[in-house]
């Protein structure tokens, strides 16, 4: 399979390129040339498969000719160590519980099958892969736990210091073996700013093996299409039409879900649900397609003004925007709304985290307005990542679950890092 880029179609590269690169020399992400269909006899027997037997076929039908088969079960096992149960909330809603890995958000998906398919496209006996990652917090927890203990690669982490919170912090200075943390005096931009010039640097590029494992990566972003599948595989079969709605911030969750739709996974209709960043809530009904300043929520894991994955929506949909906005409704909701809506479905006992309180709210005005469905809402993290906000939300104590309370008795190790390139530089002309 060839990968092409949303700005080009005839800049094509190889899975190995594609997932070193991340992003198109031209800025662009990149595709799979053609999107596989799977059969109707795999749609037939869903019901009766695994988590697994799901992820060897999906991810099967798109990587078959760039790995072997022993490779991509090795991928899928690696990938899917946790459950992601479908939780009946109320009459045909359903939420898809994606925070039962190790970081308890479902970043985890994509940084598992990421740090497993870099190990094996790109380890080779004479450079080890370095993984540079800035991080304000949740995408650093995500890549260091995927990629901890793999084979070949080390993984390091640039974040501002006294500017992440102390528990997402220990979630990547506590881990130790192939990561390091550096802390940097500056802020959050200051770290980005540093890891983007070192993969223009030439002389760092001559010596060393680097890449980003950043969210647009391919490898980060396909493997999220398994659990659209798999919660599909466990609705009730019924006359009922599906529809998924998903908490949005640089959308590449919910472009993976309508990747699955084109695999011929039938689901109606998507609802993209974002709190006040809504760029593409106006997009979809009828604005221009406009990136603002992010503006910040208690949902904060979506504040994104300028959400990356939105070439990909348009491109799986070949380019049709007329059929993208007739198969994707947007809803947008305040922090009030948000607030509101976490207290009224715990009365009906049901904890929701921010994120996933605007994708139900989503998925409930959806379903007000249009008959007819059935609908899965994402639950993207678990409540207790968000601790602050959901106690003073529901008045009352949360018991953090055990994975996470563990991160807290971790002992943080970083190194301290200058706010300038130079200094940056030598340290990664120092690795071994
Ligand atoms: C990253 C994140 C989102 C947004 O996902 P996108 O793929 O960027 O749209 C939603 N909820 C949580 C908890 C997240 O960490």
């Not at 200051?190 to 490898?219: P, R």
């Not at 007329?322 to 809506?341: A, P």
């Amino acid at each position: 399979m060839k990968f092409y880029s949303t700005n080009n179609f005839n800049h094509q590269v190889s899975l190995a390129d594609a997932v070193v690169k991340g992003l198109a020399p031209d800025q662009g992400l990149y595709m799979p040339e053609r999107i596989p269909i799977l059969p109707k006899s795999f749609f037939d027997i869903i019901s009766d498969l695994s988590f697994k037997e799901i992820g060897y076929e999906v991810i099967g039908s798109i990587f078959c000719e760039d790995l072997s088969d022993e490779q991509i079960r090795d991928l899928v096992d690696h990938t899917l160590t946790f459950d992601a149960p479908l939780v009946k909330v109320g009459k045909d809603v359903f939420s898809l519980e994606l925070f039962h890995g190790p970081t308890l958000a479902f970043k985890d998906f994509g940084a598992r099958f990421c740090s497993k398919l870099m190990s094996m496209l790109l380890v080779d006996s004479n450079k080890k892969v370095r993984v540079l990652v800035a991080t304000s917090g949740d995408t650093g927890s995500a890549v260091a736990n995927g990629f901890l203990g793999v084979a070949g690669v080390d993984v390091i982490i640039l974040f501002p210091k006294g500017k992440v919170s102390e528990l997402q912090e220990k979630q990547f200075t506590t881990l130790g073996q192939n990561i390091t943390s550096l802390e940097v005096d500056g802020v959050f931009d200051d770290c980005q700013k540093m890891v983007k010039e070192a993969f223009l640097d030439q002389e760092l590029n001559q010596k060393l093996l680097l890449t980003s494992a950043n969210s647009i990566n391919i490898a980060r972003w396909i493997p999220q299409a398994l659990y659209y599948f798999y919660a599909f595989s466990k609705i009730p079969k019924n006359d009922k039409k599906v529809v998924f709605a998903v908490p949005s911030g640089n959308f590449g969750n919910i472009a993976a879900g309508i990747l699955a739709q084109r695999m011929g996974l039938p689901i109606d209709h998507f609802v993209a649900a974002t709190n006040l960043n809504k760029v593409v809530p106006d997009y979809l009904k009828g604005a221009e397609f406009k990136s603002m300043a992010s503006i910040q929520t208690i949902s904060n894991s979506m504040d994104v003004g300028n959400p990356s994955n939105f070439p990909r929506l348009l491109a799986l949909f070949g380019g049709d925007e007329h059929l993208l906005k007739n198969k994707v409704s947007g809803y947008f909701y305040s922090d009030n709304e948000t607030i509101e809506t976490m207290q009224q479905v715990k009365k009906s006992g049901y904890t929701l985290d921010p994120h996933g309180a605007v994708g139900y709210r989503g998925l409930k005005d959806f379903m007000s307005e249009n008959s007819g469905y059935q609908g899965v809402f994402l639950e993207t993290a678990h409540p207790g990542k968000f601790k602050d906000v959901v106690e003073k939300a529901l008045n009352e104590k949360l018991v953090l679950p055990e994975r996470l309370a563990a991160f807290m008795s971790g002992k943080k190790n970083v190194e301290p890092l200058e706010n300038n390139f130079e200094g940056f530089k030598s340290y990664l002309l120092n690795l071994d």
